[in-house]
Every structure is written in C-alpha cells, then in structure tokens.
T-cell receptor, first 115, second 109 residues
C-alpha cells in the first residue's frame, strides 16, 4: 500500500456522461498530481494541486476539471465523456510542490472505460 | 519525434539474463526517473537520477548527461521483474515532466 488511495478502481460509463475520480494523498503530503495513461499516448500529466491551490497544468482538456479540498483529498471531474477518454487515471502525491521529487508516490489508479 | 524515446518497446528474456533498457531524451533535464508499472497497473518509482549511477538490489540505473541517455539494468532477472518500465525526465527550463512510452519486459521462468 503506497498510502495514496484512489477510488473507484474501475468505472464503466457511457459516452456523454460525467464521472468523478477521487484521490486521498499520503498522510502529510500537500501536493496531488493527476495523470492519464492511455494505450497510445502513454502517461501524460494533467494537473497539480498544492495545499488547495492549482499549481501546474499539463495536457488537461477543458472537459476535465479538478479541485483539492481543505482535507487535501482531490477529485478529478471528467464530463461529456468520449470513447477516447478511456484510460487509466493515476493520482500521485508528494510533500513538496515540485513534481516527481523525492518521496513521490503513485496511487494504484482508476481504470475508466467509456462505452 | 518524441522528446523521450525508450528502447526496446518490448523485451522477452529467460530468467537469469542480464537486461538493459535504454532511454534517450532530447531536452535539457534536471532529473530523470525510472518507474516500474506492474501488470496490475500500480506504478512504483525505482530511481531518480541527475548524474552518474545508482544501484538498488539487482537494479542499476546510469545516466550520461552529455549524451542525453540513461540505461536501466537488471541483473539475474526473475519472472517477478516482468513489468513495464517507464523513463521520465524533468525539463530544466520549466520543470515539465515528459514520459517515455515504456518498455514491456517479460521474463520467462
């Protein structure tokens, strides 16, 4: 157990729908990062939150949004889902605001299937 | 051309063989990571490198900053090493993280 908890583990939904993925960071970590891993694109950084504030943005679509709550858990909202959004979505956390620095830990991912 | 290229894409080897996975990148970097992704999907960070060489158990990672190249070696490979190995770099201008597409390793017993 990495200490980073992602729910749900699997999600199947229809095109056009909206889903919310949840991430609880490791205890004491202030940063939460979201990544998308699709078969053809590999891992891609979506967005980072640090202590409740958006810190960095990657290749995140306008249909996607995220937030980090006062208890530091984060949610990634995906709307108007398309078949191409089917992917593994990973969350990671760290104590600092620098991406992929020491102590960086991934969750086990949420597998989203859009049908 | 991708900014981070890994080779080979797929590798099958017999248990006990010495394994080498390569990562070449085209941008200036401040750090390079090797990640391991197991068949179940979970990702584990193996190494973070900015120069030289690091060793952990049977795993060795090296980096040559001048040649913009890193290698991950596995000695005495074992079926439990079967996983996807991903190289990721952090750009030294913008801290942007770029991932390679991964090398799928399968070790046969």
């Amino acid at each position: 157990d990495s200490g980073v908890t992602q729910t749900p583990k699997h999600l199947i939904t229809a095109t056009g729908q909206r889903v919310t993925l949840r991430c609880s960071p490791r205890s004491g970590d202030l940063s939460v990062y979201w990544y998308q891993q699709s078969l053809d694109q590999g891992l891609q950084f979506l967005i980072q939150y640090y202590n409740g504030e958006e810190r960095a943005k990657g290749n995140i679509l306008e249909r996607f949004s995220a937030q980090q709550f006062p208890d530091l858990h984060s949610e990634l909202n995906l709307s108007s889902l398309e078949l191409g959004d089917s992917a593994l979505y990973f969350c990671a956390s760290s104590a600092t605001s620098r991406q992929m620095n020491y102590g960086y830990t991934f969750g086990s991912g949420t597998r989203l299937t859009v049908v | 051309k991708n900014e981070v290229e890994q080779s080979p894409q797929n590798l099958t080897a017999q248990e006990g063989e010495f394994i080498t996975i390569n990562c070449s990148y085209s941008v200036g970097i401040s750090a390079l990571h090797w990640l391991q992704q197991h068949p179940g999907g979970g990702i584990v960070s193996l190494f973070m490198l900015s120069s030289g060489k690091k060793k952990h158990g049977r795993l060795i990672a090296t980096i040559n900053i001048q040649e913009k190249h890193s290698s991950l070696h596995i000695t005495a490979s074992h079926p439990r090493d079967s996983a996807v190995y991903i190289c990721a770099v952090r750009g030294n201008r913008d801290d942007k993280i770029i991932f390679g597409k991964g090398t799928r390793l399968h070790i046969l017993p």
